[in-house]
């Protein structure tokens, strides 16, 4: 099962933290490495104020080892902000992406996967928070990036059309909304398969926006398959 594996994870990255800080001392990269990563699995596991702590540990010794201006700094402010994001912790969030977003774009310019996806998360957020101007200036950019660097056809490209057809929904522009929709499952069904949760979510998606619209029949027939494919994921879990 899932939680079989974050327990198994946890004992493994504790472990190794155990065994780095026994042997590097507390303050070397490789520790906070491993507070960074287990950190994450605290997260996934739900235990959000020791995933906080976590970071916040490997957070400083990047800092201190690394000033600022650092990738692995950027990627540990990305964990934390993914946590306040989950937790709703909104505010808190917002600061640390717009930071992950400067330092990308210093360290790998306008034209990197990396600082693609830093504009997605931003995007992301904003949407969430129903500032739908502001996540559209985000979503599409990362977007174009991703297009120019990656090409049509990217597991990122999949998930980039996702997010934008959600922010067309909640902006009441359905016909948009739809095509990426479409554009989208079709590239997680080739990347993932037909039996995959994101597959599932995305024919989700699509049905309420054919609920919303009162296509009632192609809604439910969309919800039918993508629940099919949730139990089954869940009989495999």
């Known amino acids: 099962s899932y939680t079989g594996r ?5 004992i493994l990255n504790k472990q190794a933290l155990t065994l780095c800080q026994s042997l590097l001392g507390d303050n070397h990269p490789l520790v906070a490495v491993n507070f960074n990563n287990l950190a994450g699995v ?33 990627t540990c402010l990305n964990g934390l902000a993914h946590l306040y994001f989950l937790t709703e912790r909104h505010t808190e969030a917002e600061p640390l992406l717009k930071q992950v977003v400067e330092i990308r774009k210093n360290l790998l310019g306008e034209e ?45 490209i999949a998930d980039n059309l996702s997010n934008l057809a959600n922010l067309y929904f909640s902006l009441s522009q359905f016909s948009q909304s739809e095509q990426l929709y479409l ?10 398969g037909n039996n995959h949760p994101d597959v599932a ?14 296509y009632y029949s192609e809604a439910e027939s969309l919800y039918i398959q993508a629940w099919g494919i949730f139990l089954q994921v869940l009989r495999q879990d």
């Not at 554009?183 to 993932?192: D, G, I, M, V």
Request: net charge negative.
């Open 42 to 74: 605290y997260s996934s596991m739900g235990y959000y104020a020791e995933s906080e702590k976590l970071y916040n540990q490997a957070l400083d010794i990047y800092k201190c080892l690394f000033g600022q201006n650092h990738q692995d700094v950027a």
């Open 6 to 10: 974050y327990e198994e994870s946890k």
């Open 201 to 214: 979510l995305c024919l989700q998606n699509l049905g309420l926006l054919y609920q919303y619209q009162e």
């Open 112 to 156: 990197h996967p990396d600082f693609a996806q830093s504009l997605n998360n931003l995007g992301t957020l904003f949407y969430s928070q129903g500032r739908y101007d502001e996540a559209k200036t985000y979503l599409e950019q990362a977007f174009d990036i991703n297009k120019h660097l990656l090409g049509n056809d990217h597991p990122n």
């Open 183 to 192: 554009q989208a499952l079709e590239l997680k069904k080739r990347f993932f």
